[in-house]
């Protein structure tokens, strides 16, 4: 069974700077997709960043970006020129090709720092 | 913002009761979902259609049930409610190509507090 990681519970930044958030994932597919969501306090989860196992170059969507270390299992967030709406709690999350399930992580909380 | 939508929000109930908990999107997605969702803790799928008359169980086990009689609605009941299913239910819906684009769509969640 997949498995995803995110071993950081809590993490903080400073407004304007950059902090990345860490994942690691567990599979045995070759055919896959990593995706990063936000969930705001009691507001909807919404999607970030997405990164097809296949491609090797790195998702980018404004100040968030990833990066995917497929031998390593790797798949990180930055988050550059840290806003105070970017505070919120961060899910890693998982779906083989062909799957229609995700598998997310137990989740980062993210606090910006005015 | 997504046009999917939990009612309600809040529910505080005694144990026993019987609770529906609903979930409608205009966005005309095939299929949805319910998860749920415990403080600090990942999200968990507990139900998923993916079209009418289509209803599976999840990876984690729940005493809830489901029905998919319109594309739009996919209402989650919990028939005698007890403190163990206290919780954030969260409903999600995607298109047939969801996976193409990554995007689930999220409602805002109900919130049940069993006591």
């Known amino acids: 069974a997949q498995t995803v990681t995110q071993s950081q519970p809590e993490m903080s930044v400073q407004e304007a700077e950059t902090v990345t958030l860490s994942c690691t994932y567990d599979?045995?597919?070759?055919?896959?997709?990593l995706f990063w969501y936000k969930q705001p306090p009691s507001r909807q989860m919404i999607l970030v960043i997405r990164q097809e196992a296949y491609k090797q170059q790195n998702a980018t969507e404004n100040r968030f970006s990833v990066n995917f270390q497929k031998a390593a299992k790797s798949f990180s967030l930055k988050i550059s020129d840290s806003q105070l709406g970017d505070a919120a709690m961060y899910f890693c999350a998982y779906t083989g090709a062909g799957s229609y399930q995700l598998t997310f992580g137990k989740g980062t909380k993210l606090s910006v720092i005015p | 913002e997504a046009d999917i939508y939990q009612t309600p929000r809040y529910l505080v109930i005694g144990t026993g009761k019987k609770i529906t908990l609903e979930c409608s999107q205009t966005m005309g997605h095939d299929k949805m979902y319910w998860y749920q969702q415990d403080p600090g803790m990942e999200l968990h799928l507990i139900h998923y259609s993916y079209g009418v008359n289509s209803t599976e169980k999840g990876d984690l086990s729940s005493e809830s049930t489901v029905s998919r009689i319109r594309t739009e609605h996919f209402p989650l009941t919990l028939e005698s409610a007890r403190p163990s299913h206290t919780s954030q239910y969260l409903c999600?819906?995607?298109?047939?190509?969801?996976?193409?684009?990554?995007?689930?769509?999220f409602g805002e969640g109900s919130r049940l507090t069993v006591l």
């Open positions: 999600a819906s995607s298109a047939i190509a969801g996976w193409e684009t990554g995007e689930l769509f």
């Open positions: 599979t045995s597919e070759s055919d896959y997709y």
